[in-house]
């Protein structure tokens, strides 16, 4: 998860070291469901590519609606994840009220008793000392502040940093996965929005995912 050119078809590409991914590099967000098992440190791995909140083509109910729609039918059928990845951005200058509401629902969407699987991957570190400064205090922001209670519960926040080739770029995506894997062992892991819609049979406007783009949206409107 993350926003629109965020980094995350990039990620994934490194990781996996094949370059034929599909990347959004036009204003249009280009992300889907990768439906194929991936070989990454010898297992078979499915990576799920989700839109962000801030998509092109789509409105945030819509998104969110296919992204509930996928979660709770794989978990109906006994398809159970390890865990949650959302990549961010660090080289905004500030966190905006987009990327705001895209943490509140990961937040929404995960629940607390997920925190210690979700792990949250930085991106587009600078080389530039002067630079870098600033992104490491927006690194302890993220800590402190806007994802304190979730680092808390044992969120990571970990740096996808590099410098140079591509070679750099993809052993950077290795490692983090090799810690990953190391992380969350064979755990499965229930989301929040599956527990609501499957357990309890919320609709989707009752989640608590759905509530927190419910009041995003009345406030876009005030």
């Known amino acids: 998860q993350g926003l629109t050119g965020s980094g995350k078809s990039s990620f994934i590409a490194d990781s996996i070291e094949r370059q034929d991914v599909k990347v959004g590099h ?26 962000g909140f801030d998509d092109t083509k789509r409105e945030n109910m819509e998104t969110l609606t ?7 039918v794989s978990y109906a059928n006994n398809v159970f994840m390890n865990g ?14 987009v990327a705001r509401t895209n ?3 990961l ?9 210690p699987n ?38 990571h926040i970990i740096r996808h940093d590099w410098y140079g080739t591509m070679f750099d770029r993809q052993a950077s995506a290795k490692a983090i996965f090799q810690r990953l894997f190391y992380t ?11 527990h609501e819609m499957i357990n309890q049979q919320v609709s989707l406007g009752s989640t608590t995912a759905g509530r927190v ?7 876009e409107h005030e």
């Open 26 to 51: 036009e204003l249009e967000s280009c992300t889907s469901v990768l439906g194929e098992p991936r070989m990454l440190e010898e297992r078979d791995v499915y990576l799920i590519d989700t839109p």
């Open 213 to 219: 783009l419910e009041l995003q949206m009345l406030e």
């Open 107 to 115: 937040k929404g969407l995960c629940g607390r008793d997920a925190f």
């Open 103 to 105: 943490l509140e629902m």
């Open 184 to 194: 969350w062992k064979d755990d499965q892991v229930t989301l929040q929005i599956q």
């Open 66 to 72: 296919a992204i509930a729609h996928f979660f709770s």
């Open 118 to 155: 979700v792990s949250v991957i930085t991106t587009m570190w600078s080389p530039d000392g002067q630079e870098r400064s600033k992104q490491e205090y927006r690194e302890q922001q993220l800590k402190d502040i806007y994802l304190a209670d979730m680092v808390e519960e044992g969120t």
């Open 84 to 97: 949650i990845i959302y990549v961010h951005r660090i080289s905004d200058n500030k966190l905006g009220g």
